[in-house]
């Protein structure tokens, strides 16, 4: 997808730097990125359509998200601040509180999103907030073995 | 009744030509006039199964954006409107899939009541696709 059509979707990255990492790829959505992999389309409630891990809930609803996070070993934590040893994720909601998008901390302290069907990209998290995810309500950590 | 090739004859010459001493006004009369006409000669619900699905994937490829929201995804108008197609359309959704693999599945199976995926693909789009294909196969939809 174009530069362009990524700060239309999310107005802050015209004045937040972002670089596109990957090519553009449908194998994988964010929810799948922030987890470590790279293969399947995870979302709740779809299956067989998407991945969701085994006996997490499957409403479309914040504490679905943070579940399938403590499945991999995250707990919910405080901010987004960068802590040694320490691996985090973000999970953004629209404005009528709906998951929309998950984003993972790079070591360099930002941040990491596969933009749905498109491309994934190194971004701030304010850059990436006010778009089309809405805000970031939660970030999770676990320890980084 | 008036052949596509000259009614595009005659649109591109409105159109696109500078003519002096037409006015505003008339130029938006003359457009809209187009505009009708053109809707008349080819409306999309007379337009073959093939193109109508490939303006309808053109048009879900734009709404969905963004979106991980696979939910969102295969809710957006176009998406439904292809649905809405019916069994015609399974042939043109298997074709595309095998040149450029993309979440059809829900699509398919509204359409045709199957589900071929095995379980343990489930989210993988190479497998899914290639049950899929697999299935069309069988079914004698594609080659």
């Not at chain 2, 439904?80 to 595309?96: F, K, N, Y």
Request: hydrophobic share 40%; proline share 8%; net charge neutral.
């Amino acid at each position: 997808m174009s530069r362009s059509k990524i700060v239309a979707s999310f107005p802050r990255l015209r004045s937040n730097p972002f670089y596109i990492t990957s090519p553009e790829t449908k194998q994988y959505n964010c929810i799948a990125w922030a987890a470590g992999v790279m293969d399947r389309w995870w979302w709740p409630g779809m299956k067989p359509f998407a991945y969701w891990p085994p006996n997490v809930p499957t409403r479309i609803q914040l504490d679905s998200f943070v579940a399938a996070f403590r499945s991999l070993g995250y707990d919910i934590c405080d901010s987004g601040t960068q802590e040694p040893r320490f691996a985090k994720i973000a999970l953004f909601v629209d404005s009528n509180g709906t998951p929309t998008h998950a984003a993972r901390q790079l070591p360099s302290g930002r941040w990491s999103s596969k933009l749905g069907p498109w491309e994934d990209i190194d971004h701030t998290i304010f850059g990436l907030e006010a778009g089309n995810y809405g805000i970031v309500v939660q970030y999770m950590k676990r320890p980084v073995t | 009744m008036t052949s596509l090739g000259a009614f595009d004859t005659l649109r591109l010459g409105i159109s696109t030509t500078t003519q002096t001493g037409v006015s505003g006004e008339s130029t938006s009369v003359s457009q809209a006039w187009e505009s009708a006409y053109y809707h008349f000669i080819a409306p999309i619900s007379r337009a073959p199964i093939a193109t109508r699905f490939a303006d309808l994937a053109e048009t879900w490829k734009e709404e969905r954006g963004p979106s991980s929201s696979l939910t969102e995804i295969v809710l957006q108008p176009a998406y439904q409107r292809i649905i809405g197609l019916g069994p015609r359309v399974v042939p043109s959704i298997l074709a595309e899939m095998s040149v450029s693999p993309d979440h059809w599945f829900w699509a398919l199976t509204a359409i045709t009541g199957s589900n071929p995926i095995p379980e343990e693909a489930a989210g993988d789009l190479t497998a899914m696709t290639n049950a899929w294909l697999d299935w069309g196969k069988q079914e004698g939809l594609i080659a």
